[in-house]
């Protein structure tokens, strides 16, 4: 939790709801609010938590992201669970990119900044990370495969999350279908649940 230090490290999440709290503020900010030390605070949170505390440091730098885009074999993913912006995920707040990390590649590293082309950030979401994790009939648009489809306009896909307000959609996705069933309509949930657990070579059932 030290590894950014006290004003590199924001709280984010909470199990326990007394300490939702702080949800947002820097773990320094909490530690003087708390009269103690960065170390014992951070500490105090997990133990009271009987968590790991959900936290968001700020350690990386602009340029070697660009850099790291550039590389031919760097695929994406957004390391983040599902979240929606409306009932129990208000509760706690979370990583931006849980809202806006494709979006993001997409509008600002693709369109404004021209780090990389759009058909290879395409690449990098879809048949890069399939053909990685060896997950089959996926990553593509092909015969006999499932159909994972979104349609979204490059002159307005952006990501409106932030740290700050971090339970914001993006915008210019127009239609998703997933497992060939449509479940975003111009920008409107059809009500379908088509979504399936997806496994690679590496997963056992259990005994």
Do not use: C
């Amino acid at each position: 939790m030290l590894a950014a230090g006290g004003d590199g490290t924001l709280l984010v999440g909470f199990k326990n709801e007394a300490l939702r709290m702080y949800t947002g503020k820097t773990l320094s900010e909490v530690a003087k609010q708390r009269g103690k030390s960065i170390q014992d605070t951070a500490m105090d949170l997990v133990v009271e938590d009987g968590s790991r505390v959900q936290v968001v440091y700020f350690l990386m730098s602009e340029d070697n992201v660009k850099q790291q885009l550039r590389q031919p074999w760097v695929s994406l993913g957004s390391d983040a669970s599902f979240m929606s912006a409306e009932g129990v995920f208000l509760k706690t707040s979370t990583h931006p990119r849980a809202y806006g990390n494709f979006a993001r590649l997409l509008g600002k590293y693709v369109r404004d900044e021209h780090v990389i082309p759009m058909e290879e950030a395409i690449r990098r979401m879809t048949s890069l990370p399939a053909d990685t994790l060896r997950i089959k009939d996926r990553g593509r648009l092909a015969r006999r495969e499932f159909a994972d489809v979104v349609i979204f306009d490059p002159k307005t896909i952006a990501d409106l999350a932030t740290y700050e307000k971090p339970h914001q959609y993006a915008t210019g996705v127009r239609d998703v279908w997933v497992n060939g069933t449509q479940v975003l309509k111009n920008g409107e949930h059809t009500g379908a649940k088509p979504g399936r657990v997806v496994r690679g070579p590496g997963w056992q059932p259990k005994t």
